[in-house]
């Protein structure tokens, strides 16, 4: 991204005023607003000004979300933030949800006072279900990377991050790579079982990597030679947990506390992933849905999601603009290297192989 300075000389200037100043003269109307439309595809197209959308989320006075536990990624200050600056009720249903389970639930709910608006779900759960979900383009569309987006505006990211080791520097080393962690007096934990859980899946294929390039079976024999050795433990009593980046960070900021937690990312086997943001077609609350995501993806939503550690989607072009919280972004895990994000067909192939091997060979 560049920028470009606009020179103007004092003739060209003079030029400017007299123009601004027949337009003065002869000024058009301002154009009306479009017909009110809380189920349209963009702000402009449906609501015409941010003031107009605010109106319409106040009056609908609720928005349900799914699957947003308030440890994950700052999301408890997030809807509490929404709520208090749009005085809307937010209802949190199924928190610990996962990706798949939020599908699940909007289909079950739907038609009650608990069905949810909105999502936040995997790049493989929004791909397979995006004709659930409605099109709306966000203010900072353009912002958002071209790979972490539906080009029809079904889905988008808010939020990504990098795999890591979180690892307690009183009992063992800095591990430098992922095959490290099979040091004798390591206990090492995923947040998950790796066929549920989204974030332990990652974690397996982090340590597949191998220049580069993903490998289910080399991630899946490193644990089995950890559960081989008596090294694989709970995420609450290990010594190291492999996880993204925003939790292990946030480990080391709270509940483990700074002293005793430290967070690394292994040079060149840099994982990452964005999490998707969606609308339900079916939204009992259009409007507030809209504005939820456009309040996810404004400055101020970004630069929450950046301090609760999580990388924003729109992180470089605030950062180019001088909006990005440069202390929040400051404290991130340094990474080395080119991230590496899965497709879709990676993630189905690795899945499969996972769901033939890792009970066998790792229980």
Same mark, same amino acid.
């Given at each position: ?104 639930? +909007? =289909? /079950?709910?739907? !038609?009650?006072?608990? *069905? ?9 759960? $929004? &791909? ?120 292990? +960070? =946030? /480990?080391?900021? !709270?509940?483990?506390? *700074? ?9 060149? $086997? &840099? ?93």
């Amino acid at each position: 991204m560049t920028l470009r300075a606009c020179v103007v000389t004092i003739s060209s200037a003079a030029v400017l005023l007299a123009a601004a100043s027949a337009c003065s003269r002869q000024r058009t109307p301002d154009r009306p607003p479009p017909p009110l439309n809380p189920r349209a595809a963009s702000l402009a197209d449906g609501f015409g000004t941010m003031d107009r959308l605010v109106d319409a989320a106040r009056k609908e006075g609720a928005l349900t979300v799914v699957g947003l536990p308030g440890g994950w990624v700052g999301y408890k200050e997030i809807i509490a933030r929404f709520s208090d600056k749009y005085g809307i009720k937010v209802t949190s249903v199924m928190p610990e949800a996962s990706s798949r389970q939020e599908i699940d639930a +909007a =289909a /079950r709910l739907r !038609g009650t006072a608990q *069905a949810p608006d909105v999502f936040d779900v995997t790049l493989e759960v $929004a &791909v397979a279900n995006s004709r659930l979900f409605a099109p709306y383009r966000v203010t900072g569309w353009a912002d958002i990377p071209d790979e972490a987006k539906d080009q029809d505006g079904r889905w988008y990211a808010a939020y990504g991050g990098y795999m890591s080791i979180g690892y307690d520097p009183r009992k063992v080393p800095a591990p430098a790579s992922y095959a490290a962690l099979a040091r004798p007096g390591t206990t090492v934990a995923l947040p998950g079982d790796p066929r549920q859980v989204a974030s332990a899946f990652s974690g397996v294929m982090a340590a597949s990597l191998g220049q580069g390039l993903p490998d289910a079976a080399r991630g899946v024999n490193l644990f089995a030679r950890l559960r081989k050795g008596g090294m694989l433990g709970r995420p609450d009593q290990a010594t190291t947990v492999v996880d993204w980046d925003f939790m292990n +960070a =946030a /480990r080391a900021a !709270g509940g483990r506390g *700074a002293a005793a937690w430290r967070v690394t990312i292994p040079k060149n $086997a &840099v994982l990452a992933s964005y999490y998707m943001q969606a609308i339900d077609a079916a939204a009992p609350h259009p409007a507030a849905a809209r504005l939820w995501e456009e309040f996810l993806l404004s400055d101020e939503g970004q630069n929450l999601f950046l301090k609760a550690y999580a990388r924003p989607s729109r992180m470089e072009a605030m950062q180019t603009r001088g909006a990005l919280d440069g202390d929040a972004a400051a404290r991130l895990p340094e990474a080395s290297g080119d991230p590496v994000i899965l497709t879709v067909p990676e993630q189905d192939k690795a899945k499969a192989y996972l769901a033939t091997h890792w009970a066998k060979d790792v229980g």
